[in-house]
């Protein structure tokens, strides 16, 4: 029996182990996102034309940015976030692509720098967003 005292404990949530607070790990994906892009290009810069180069930006370019948007949105499942996560990340790399040349700057590292920038934004939204809840 627990005294008056002392504050009733709730049981750690499934798959959790109760170590860590909930709002950390909330707020460790978004920085990781956040970072993501700017990792990304900053690899790019540094490496030349190794192959690792491909698959960091490729890897970018198809979750990152999505996924930073989708977290945004209202979604139950994780298949749902993870599919709509590749397509807006698809998505969001055609129409910054489209934008770059039709502007005529035919620079890759233009495209990553929006590229990061709208995933640094939605990232930051989504930190701004957990704080103003919690």
């Known amino acids: 029996m627990s005294s008056p005292a002392q504050p009733a404990r709730l049981p750690p ?7 860590q607070p909930p709002g950390r790990s909330r707020r460790g994906i978004p920085l990781l996102l956040a970072a993501s892009g700017w990792i990304a ?7 030349g034309h190794d192959p690792f180069r491909f698959l960091v930006v490729l890897g970018f370019t198809l979750v990152c940015p999505g996924a930073a948007v989708a977290r945004l949105l209202p979604l139950r499942s994780f298949l749902e976030r993870a ?3 590749v397509a807006l990340g698809l998505s969001l790399a055609a129409i910054v692509s ?8 035919l620079d890759p590292a233009i ?9 640094t934004g939605a990232a930051a939204v989504d ?3 957990g704080f103003r809840t919690s």
């Open 13 to 19: 949530a499934a798959g959790r182990t109760g170590a």
């Open 41 to 47: 290009l900053g690899i790019t810069a540094i490496a």
């Open 83 to 85: 599919v709509l996560s």
């Open 98 to 105: 489209e934008a770059v040349a039709i502007g005529r700057i």
């Open 111 to 119: 495209v990553l720098v929006i590229l990061a920038s709208l995933c």
């Open 127 to 129: 930190l701004g967003r």
